[in-house]
């Protein structure tokens, strides 16, 4: 390359196209955050269900406090984007049921059926049915590179779950359709969350999602029923950093990087949750890690690397064919 100042690209390049590049990446960024701390999420709530706390009273006592926390930070900092139009709550309302309530009450049930490894084998299905879905509806194209990093994905959670003896499979169907319902869910929450940012900021759409899946799991499981003595105070504290770092972040930045990328590129993304939650397993639970583990791991870092370099390559021939 010339350091000479007069052959500088810049002026040769479509501006629309080299902007794409640093939106990708952003898009990458947020995607894989929400990640790490939905990873974070698995690891803590596997915590709390080691000392009593039932999965369906956590549940609950996340989404509320997660639509509190919204109200509460909008009231405090951008109180405008708490005023919707009232023909636009269905969509809302919408959005949360499938997207947050059902999603995660169908992810508890498979947990409850069957095993972690085989419930979260079919979450990391939902990247197929997006491109599924993106082909059909034509707001995807399939790419070579996007069908690879898939199946890196799922083969890599696939070692990931299955290569230690609780993530082992317990067949059961009424669990697999849980499983499957939730990874549904995931896919809706994603193709059907892009459409929701054409309408409202993202912080909006989070704050109506949450507060809608919320009144859900309030009439699902009301107060009265939660066994509330299991929670001392280092219990509330994993409480409120599940509520607001492990719920409240990851959902909004996952949903933020659908701005930025396609909804099975930033769903593909999130499939570094469980290299994520197996090596914070490791080293705070003291759960080992063998060697079909790290195989699966470095698949799903392999695949989520591969659409980054797709990208890179497919913007940059745009903007030479753009000259």
């Known amino acids: 390359m010339n350091s000479a100042p007069t052959p500088i690209t810049t002026t040769a390049i479509n501006p629309a196209t080299a902007t794409q590049i640093p939106s990708a990446n952003h898009g990458y960024l947020l995607a894989a955050t929400a990640a790490l701390l939905w990873g974070t999420s698995g690891v803590t709530a596997r915590f709390l269900f080691n000392h009593d706390i039932r999965p369906f009273d956590l549940l609950m006592i996340r989404t509320v406090s997660a639509a509190l926390l919204h109200w509460l930070w909008l009231g405090l900092t951008a109180r405008h984007l708490l005023r919707v139009e009232r023909r636009e709550l269905p969509r809302l309302a919408l959005f949360g049921l499938i997207g947050l309530a059902i999603n995660q009450g169908c992810y508890y049930i498979a947990l409850k059926l069957t095993s972690v490894g085989y419930a979260l084998l079919f979450q990391y299905t939902a990247p197929f049915l997006l491109m599924g879905y993106g082909v059909l509806a034509k707001t995807?194209?399939?790419?070579?590179?996007?069908?690879?990093?898939?199946?890196?994905?799922?083969?890599?959670?696939?070692?990931?779950?299955?290569?230690?003896?609780?993530?082992?499979?317990?067949?059961?169907?009424?669990?697999?359709?849980?499983?499957?319902?939730?990874?549904?869910?995931?896919?809706?929450?994603?193709?059907?969350?892009?459409?929701?940012?054409?309408?409202?900021?993202?912080?909006?759409?989070?704050?109506?999602?949450?507060?809608?899946?919320?009144?859900?799991?309030?009439?699902?499981?009301?107060?009265?029923?939660?066994?509330w003595q299991q929670f001392d105070s280092r219990a509330w504290g994993f409480v409120a950093y599940l509520s607001a770092f492990a719920t409240v972040a990851p959902f909004g930045l996952y949903l933020a990087s659908l701005r930025h990328l396609e909804p099975s590129r930033a769903n593909l993304t999130s499939a570094l949750e469980p290299v994520i939650a197996a090596a914070l397993a490791w080293v705070w639970l003291g759960e080992t890690m063998g060697g079909w583990q790290m195989l699966g791991g470095a698949a799903v870092l392999t695949g989520v690397v591969l659409l980054q370099i797709e990208s890179r390559l497919r913007l940059a021939f745009r903007s030479n064919n753009s000259r």
């Open 140 to 227: 995807e194209r399939m790419t070579a590179a996007k069908f690879l990093a898939g199946l890196l994905s799922l083969c890599g959670c696939a070692l990931m779950m299955l290569g230690h003896a609780g993530g082992r499979m317990n067949l059961s169907w009424q669990g697999t359709l849980a499983a499957l319902g939730s990874a549904m869910a995931f896919a809706f929450y994603s193709a059907y969350g892009q459409r929701i940012l054409r309408r409202h900021d993202s912080r909006t759409a989070m704050t109506y999602a949450f507060t809608f899946a919320g009144l859900a799991w309030l009439l699902a499981r009301p107060p009265w029923l939660i066994e």
